[in-house]
């Protein structure tokens, strides 16, 4: 595999593990924060279905996403918006008020479907259909993928457990600012 092409596809792998570290690491807190009294104080279930319209939105957005940066602004602009948006919805969501956080999580699941669509698609273009690195190149975007996820849930967890619920929020934003440095 070219020199250049390694560092382009261990760039893109870095920058979806904080993605998904600060995705999966919010998701991780959410419901803990939206139940907790320190936090918004809503019912469980008031809470839970919060969480599932999150989720559906995180699901439903990527293709309007992804139609968007084909026929637009492409996929590193693409990449780049959403993590901006992303950033904002994470910084919204350290305030710790019904409106910001209502704010924060509707843009966390916008910036997160450009995130994830076009990043994907840089990784395929990369390499040639035929190229037998393609294979390895999608294999190491992926373990970037589940070790984001599965550090940010501890990482996060831990933070928003130790020092409360703002600083888990807070790392969040940190980690989406790092990324969008990198682009």
Known sequence: MPYPQRTSLLLIAIIELLERFSYYGTRAIIVLFAIDENGLGLQRSEALSSYAQLTFLVFLLPL?????????????????????????????????????????LILMAIGTSFVKTNLTVLVGRLFEKTDKNRDFGFMLFYFGINLGAFIGVLVIGSISEEMGWKYGFMISAFATLLYVCLL
């Not at 637009?72 to 602009?77: L, R, S, V």
């Open 64 to 104: 309007p996403a992804g139609i968007i940066s084909d026929l637009t602004i492409k996929q590193k602009n693409g990449t780049l918006l959403g993590g901006i948006i992303a950033l904002a919805g994470y910084t919204s969501l350290s305030m710790e008020e019904m409106n910001f956080v209502v704010i924060g």
